[in-house]
């Protein structure tokens, strides 16, 4: 896992808590997990952008974020009601958008939608994610398909 994907996930872990104290509380016991691949589609408000990997983060909070790394930060999907119809497809109601900057800052945005995991039932291999959510003027649309290698899972 490269140096560069790891710091954006400790980011993200602060972005998603809103503060690094905060984090730093919530940090213990939150699950990372990371997959490679590729963005077949990822739009934000009629921007489109490229990714080569994606961050699932699940904290003591309840709150789970899909980060999806972009130029000068990430941007962020979370919502706090989730399920599992079976073991091999996960989904997250979002409704939150962070966009994250790399100094920290960033903005939130209240949207609503839902991201749908497809995964192997052991969660050993990730193979895509789709993300629909909307607020305002964000209109967020993501596809994601996993590269065929395992995933990287960290507890912290």
């Known amino acids: 896992m490269s140096a560069k994907i790891v710091a954006l996930a ?54 789970t974020g899909w980060q999806i790394p972009i130029p000068n930060g990430a941007l962020m999907l979370s919502g706090g009601r989730d399920s599992q119809p079976d073991p091999t497809k996960y989904i997250l109601q ?36 789709s993300c629909s959510a909307k607020g305002g003027a964000e209109d967020i649309q993501l596809e994601f398909k996993g590269d065929g290698s395992p995933v990287d899972r960290k507890v912290l």
Request: with cysteine.
């Open 94 to 129: 979002i409704d939150m958008l962070r966009f994250g900057r790399g100094d920290g800052s960033g903005q939130n945005y209240r949207v609503e939608g839902t991201c749908t995991a497809s995964l192997s039932a052991d969660g050993e291999y990730f193979y895509t994610l």
């Open 10 to 63: 400790v980011a993200g872990l602060v972005m998603l808590t809103g503060g690094l104290a905060e984090a730093q509380d919530s940090l213990s016991g939150a699950v990372i997990v990371i997959a490679k691949g590729s963005c077949t589609r990822f739009t934000v408000s009629g921007q489109s952008y490229s990714c080569s990997a994606i961050i699932y983060s699940h904290f003591r909070n309840g709150r």
